[in-house]
């Protein structure tokens, strides 16, 4: 009965199709996949990201920190690689090495890379990413530069793996749910404590979908899972390293299904968090309950992909509001250290003669697979209205991505934007020379997602 669990096997697949009324099974044997598994978990004692209240750098692992990459290829040759990490999001300069290496090396472009990320809160501090959030000293500030040069090397070296690996594959899509994540602009952690033992929801808007991509050798077994959840990786916030939630996830997930790899991408959740939170056994508990909905939709009929892949990509230039002049970095001085140490920074920058930009490009990204899967991947820290408003439009399977690609900042919906308070004008905490993105931001970027969709047409 082994055979139960893989819904790829010859048998089990007729079923699979037969019950959905699909493509023929020709049509999905014939995607080519290839996966990889870097480590990253960082050898020296370095400064974590994500949280300005630490006081010390790492003392240690709770697990491995994992760069993982899938590598497709349809039946016309069209290829593209997604890549998983365990890491806060990855910052301009690291992207555009990426690419730069990936492109060189490899031969892949840019429309056909997608690098996202879990958004731990307990992964390394990375080049060029909320710098003034953290007290470093030159020896930190050298590990940093030194690990994220090194980080460049390995992402671009998971993706020629994968490449290089790739084998006949067939594709499966489904879809799964899970509700720790809580809009945390809307409930405060005690709240939600007490609405929870009284067998209620917190408030909303939240996404508790579970997306989930298959992908299974044409004998069966499973060779990658990949899946998202839109919830900030933010269950633990000491000194250990950890994926946090999804990192429990993956390892579970591997282990369930030796020889895959499980790979995690954090969807539109940057006002959502896992609440209540702060021990190791809700991490685990967070990380079982999305293990458990993946396993869920994996031990299901699935609906097969047919064998084709499109992939568009543009920069949306969005506006921002607040650029830093002297004045400004000036009286911002006084509200915090982190304030203070942006405003040396920025201050040194404008005394050799830099003149700060007014726009930012946000990567957008479409995917399309099998010409019915739509995958849409916004750079920053995406509020939920996004995936929402997304899955209202394109239809309610979308998988949208946040934190791809560059991870610059939050990026608030027009109805965040309008509220105010801290996922709306957080540019001070990654560094943004600007106070907050124009009001236009949703219309940008949700144009440019338009424009990408119908080009794929
Ligand atoms: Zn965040």
């Known amino acids: 009965m082994l055979c139960f669990r893989w819904i790829g096997c010859p048998l089990f697949a007729a079923v699979a199709w037969s019950s959905l009324g699909g493509a023929p099974i020709a049509a999905q044997t014939a995607w080519k996949a290839g996966v990889a598994k870097v480590k990253i978990t960082p050898e020296k004692p370095m400064w974590l990201a994500g949280y300005s209240s630490r006081t010390k750098p790492a003392e240690g692992a709770m697990h491995d920190l994992w760069v993982k990459a899938l590598a497709l290829e349809a039946a016309d040759g069209s290829r593209g690689v997604v890549v998983s990490a365990d890491l806060l999001g990855f910052p301009k300069a690291l992207y555009e090495g990426i690419i730069e290496r ?31 959030c953290y007290p470093l000293d030159d020896q930190q500030k050298a590990l940093i530069e030194e690990y994220s040069r090194q980080l460049v090397e390995k992402v671009a070296g998971a993706i020629g793996q994968a490449l290089a690996q790739m084998a006949p594959a067939t594709l ?7 509700d720790f994540g809580v809009n945390r602009r809307n409930n405060g952690e005690a709240e939600v404590v ?8 917190p408030k909303g808007p939240s996404d508790h979908d579970v997306p989930v991509l298959v992908v299974r050798s044409p004998e069966g077994p499973l060779r990658a899972v990949v899946f998202g959840y839109a919830c900030h990786s933010t269950t633990l916030s000491g000194y250990e390293w950890s994926g946090d939630y999804s990192g429990f996830t993956q390892i579970a997930l591997e282990k369930e299904y030796p020889g895959s790899v499980a790979m995690f991408y954090s969807g539109c959740g940057a006002d959502q968090n896992p609440l209540p939170r702060r021990t190791v056994e809700l991490c685990q508990k967070y990380g ?13 009929p699935l609906e097969p992909i047919d064998s084709k892949l499109q992939t568009a990509f543009e920069f949306a230039d969005v506006g ?16 915090s250290e982190i304030y203070a140490r942006r405003a040396r920074r920025l201050g040194a920058l404008l005394e050799q003669g830099e003149k700060f930009p007014t726009s930012y490009p946000v990567p957008v990204q479409v995917w399309r697979l099998g ?6 991947a916004l750079g920053g820290e ?6 929402l408003a997304f899955k209202a439009k394109y239809g309610a399977q979308t998988w949208v991505a946040g934190y791809s690609n560059d991870c610059m900042s939050y990026i608030p919906s027009e ?5 105010g308070r801290y996922e709306s004008n957080a540019f001070f905490v990654y560094g943004v020379p600007a106070d907050r993105w124009a009001p236009d931001i949703e219309q940008k970027l949700t144009a440019a997602v338009d424009r990408l969709v119908k080009g794929l047409q």
């Open 288 to 300: 079982k309950m999305l293990g458990d909905a993946v396993q869920e939709v994996v031990g299901k």
């Open 172 to 178: 499966w899509r489904g879809q799964g749910s899970t």
């Open 320 to 335: 921002m509001e607040g650029i830093a002049t002297p004045k400004s970095l000036e009286e911002q001085s006084k509200d």
């Open 371 to 376: 010409g019915q899967q739509l995958w849409i």
């Open 415 to 419: 109805r965040i934007w309008k509220e």
């Open 194 to 201: 007490k609405l929870r033992e009284q067998g209620l929801q």
């Open 102 to 132: 990936a492109g060189k090396d490899h031969g892949v472009q840019r429309r056909q890379v997608m690098l996202t990320s879990s958004h731990t809160h307990s992964g390394p501090a990375l080049s060029g990413a909320l710098m003034d």
């Open 382 to 387: 995406v509020v939920v209205d996004y995936s």
